[in-house]
């Protein structure tokens, strides 16, 4: 069971804005704006997307945001296209010094 | 931008040592803090560690116990080694580098992964 936990999956259609959810405790996700988003597609790699709750690496698309509101973090997309198609995965820095993973979210594009 | 490439055996027997190296396009070893992550079948993201060019090493608890993250002496590759595994260690491991020199908590550049699997 992993430690923060995301929605199991998401849909929307193409145009449409989604939002995924990554909750944790006061230890992680609420202790600390080291909250970061990967995409994973079958077979690649992770991509940073978001890190530290709401910053886009260079290159990413300005369709994806994060935010935080107490021990819950989120990642919105917003126009989905059908290149968002993924499983995405949050993860936090913790008081114990390591790093956590929600189970990932698998987002469908209707 | 650097570059990085898993590498070793693809298969390990049980109770053995799993071994794998890291090679690192640039020069950017000698900073920065180098991580493995795993991802087994069907699972989440996992992090098991990193070690900071110093020498710095910090393991999750899951796997303190059996693992050994270094760098190698020649300053182009670094190493995960997982004491006795099991079928549970069965999973496609990442070597990462963080995106700044002096924070480890920004995972931005990811090796391709390279799937070890654990079988008699």
């Known amino acids: 069971q992993s430690a923060l936990t995301q929605p199991t999956s998401v849909s929307g259609s193409p145009g449409q804005s989604i939002t995924i959810s990554c909750t944790g405790t006061?230890?992680?996700?609420?202790?600390?704006?080291?909250v970061s988003w990967f995409q994973k597609h079958p077979g690649k790699a992770p991509k940073l997307i978001i890190y530290?709750?709401?910053n886009r690496p260079s290159g990413v698309s300005s369709r994806f945001s994060g935010s935080k509101s107490g021990n819950t973090a989120s990642l919105t997309i917003s126009g989905l296209q059908a290149e968002d198609e993924a499983d995405y995965y949050c993860?936090?820095?913790?008081?114990?010094?390591?790093?956590?993973f929600g189970g990932g979210t698998r987002l469908t594009v209707l | 931008q650097v570059q990085l490439r898993e590498s070793g055996p693809g298969l390990v027997r049980p109770s053995e040592t799993l071994s794998l190296s890291c090679s690192v396009s640039?020069?950017?070893?000698?900073?920065?803090?180098w991580n493995w992550f795993r991802q087994p079948p069907g699972k989440s993201l996992e992090w098991i560690g990193y070690?900071?060019?110093?020498?710095?090493?910090n393991y999750h608890p899951s796997f303190r116990s059996r693992v050994t993250i270094s760098i190698d002496s020649s300053k182009t590759h670094f190493s995960l080694s997982l004491t006795s595994v099991t079928a549970a260690d069965t999973a496609v491991y990442y070597c990462?580098?963080?995106?700044?020199?002096?924070?480890?908590?920004?995972?931005?550049?990811w090796g391709q992964g390279t799937l070890v699997s654990v079988s008699s």
């Open positions: 530290e709750v709401i």
């Open positions: 993860s936090s820095y913790t008081t114990s010094s390591t790093f956590e």
């Open positions: 006061g230890s992680d996700v609420g202790g600390y704006n080291f």
């Open positions: 640039d020069d950017s070893i000698t900073s920065y803090y």
């Open positions: 070690i900071f060019y110093t020498g710095i090493t």
């Open positions: 990462v580098r963080s995106l700044w020199r002096d924070n480890p908590q920004v995972f931005q550049y």
